[in-house]
Structure formats: structure tokens, C-alpha cells
């Protein structure tokens, strides 16, 4: 059973950069779009973007010049660097395993459990 | 704002049937997924590609689409139900990956 884990600080420091790692057990980080999606509290989801196993990425346009993801297949581990956060990047943040679909739609079938990053001084 | 529309909320009796829609312009040329997240928990995959379900997702879940809606449909519903609802796809410029604003739905 795959499971992915999400690590980080809980509490991030405004203009900071909020560093997130996603570990990935019970399964191959191989041929899958490894993504990270938000949701602020109270709010809906929002998808930040996607690394895939080969290292290419594909970002939110809104978030693009802030966000960085990389992948590390012998740790099974991928990653979320976002600078220059502030107050409106408090969510609880998810990593998920995307897969694409027949009509190229990506659909995200297993997701960690999600954690709440706050911005505050 | 989100290119996929969803109404915010939608209530259904208990064992009734109940659609939740997701209208977009990207959906004419994409297919859509459905996801279910429950207060305090992750999402949940419960449709993909339109019309499928993962493995574990009860035949009470079924998905469709035409133009440029598509449809979640929940047959005898019950109160496990009681969910938030998310439809994604892709953009219209087919480059990034979007979600609907959600449809909370509460079973009476």
C-alpha cells in the first residue's frame, strides 16, 4: 500500500522560504507526477504543481517565480521550496501521486495526510 | 478564481440520489476527477477519467459528462456522504492542472 508522508516546520517566518519533503513508502517514486496542492483553512484546493519522476516540473502559473520542486529517487523523496512566503501561504499543505489519464487530465490517487504550515512573525 | 464552477453547496435526503456538477470550458476537450475530502481529512479520489472508480470506491459513486459539464452522481446517499466535493482537470490551455471551488453537500 503506498503511503507519502509530508515533513516540515510548522511555523514559517514571513519573506522565509517554507521547505517541504514528501516520503513516499510501500511503492516506486518511478513514472508518476509527483505533486504538492494546498488548501488554506477553510478554503478549497488549490494545485501548486508537479515534478516528475525525471526531475521535469510544472508549476501554478501564479506561484511559478516562488516555487521550486525537485525529486530524489534513491531516498524515494520529492520536495517543496516556496520563497518569500507571507501570510496568505498558510494552508495545510498535501503531497499527492499523480497520474495521468486518457485525456492527459492528471487525477491523483494517493495523497498524505496534509500539514498545516503557518506564516506568522 | 477557478476555471472550473461548482455550486457551493447542494443537500440530498438520506438514501435519495443526488448530481453535483462542475462546468468549465476545458472540460470539452478534458476529462474530469472527482474527489471527496471529509472535515479534517485528506481528499479522496472516488472517480477518474469521467466515469471510473478506484478500487474500494462503492458502485454507489458514478461520474459522467457532456460538453462542457461534468456530473458526480450519488445513488441512495448516505451520511457518510456528507462531504466537500472537488471536480479537476486540466486548463484550457491544457498546461496546468485546476480544481473546482468545491460543493459541500449535506445529507438530511
Known amino acids: 500500500q503506498v503511503q507519502l508522508q509530508e515533513s516540515g516546520p510548522g511555523l514559517v517566518r514571513p519573506s522565509e522560504t517554507l521547505s517541504l519533503t514528501c516520503t513516499v513508502s510501500?511503492?516506486?517514486?518511478?513514472?508518476?507526477?509527483w505533486t504538492w496542492i494546498r488548501q488554506p483553512p477553510g478554503k478549497g484546493l488549490e494545485w501548486i504543481g508537479y515534478?516528475?519522476?525525471?526531475?521535469?516540473?510544472n508549476y501554478n502559473p501564479s506561484l511559478k517565480s516562488r516555487v521550486t520542486m525537485s525529486v530524489d529517487t534513491s531516498k524515494n523523496h520529492f520536495s517543496l521550496k516556496l520563497t518569500s512566503v507571507t501570510a496568505v501561504d498558510t494552508a495545510i499543505y498535501y503531497c499527492?501521486?499523480?497520474?495521468?489519464?486518457?485525456?492527459?487530465?492528471?487525477?491523483?490517487?494517493?495523497w498524505g495526510q496534509g500539514t498545516l504550515i503557518t506564516v506568522s512573525s | 478564481s477557478s476555471e472550473l464552477t461548482q455550486a457551493p453547496t447542494v443537500s440530498v435526503a438520506l438514501g435519495q440520489t443526488v448530481t453535483i456538477t462542475c462546468q468549465g470550458d476545458?472540460?470539452?476537450?478534458?476529462?474530469a476527477n472527482w474527489y471527496q475530502q471529509r472535515p479534517g481529512q485528506a481528499p479522496v479520489l472516488v472517480i477518474y477519467?469521467?466515469?471510473n472508480r478506484p478500487s474500494g470506491i462503492p458502485d454507489r459513486f458514478s461520474g459522467s459528462g457532456s460538453g462542457n459539464t461534468a456530473s458526480l452522481t450519488i445513488t441512495g446517499a448516505q451520511a457518510g456522504d456528507e462531504a466537500d466535493y472537488y471536480c479537476?482537470?486540466?486548463?484550457?490551455?491544457?498546461?496546468?492542472?485546476?480544481f473546482g471551488e468545491g460543493t459541500k453537500l449535506t445529507v438530511l
Open positions: 476545458s472540460l470539452k476537450n478534458y476529462y
Open positions: 499527492a501521486r499523480g497520474l495521468v489519464g486518457a485525456s492527459r487530465t492528471v487525477y491523483h490517487d494517493h
Open positions: 479537476n482537470s486540466r486548463d484550457s490551455s491544457g498546461i496546468q492542472v485546476i
Open positions: 477519467d469521467k466515469n
Open positions: 515534478v516528475y519522476y525525471s526531475g521535469s516540473t
Open positions: 510501500g511503492g516506486s517514486i518511478g513514472s508518476y507526477y
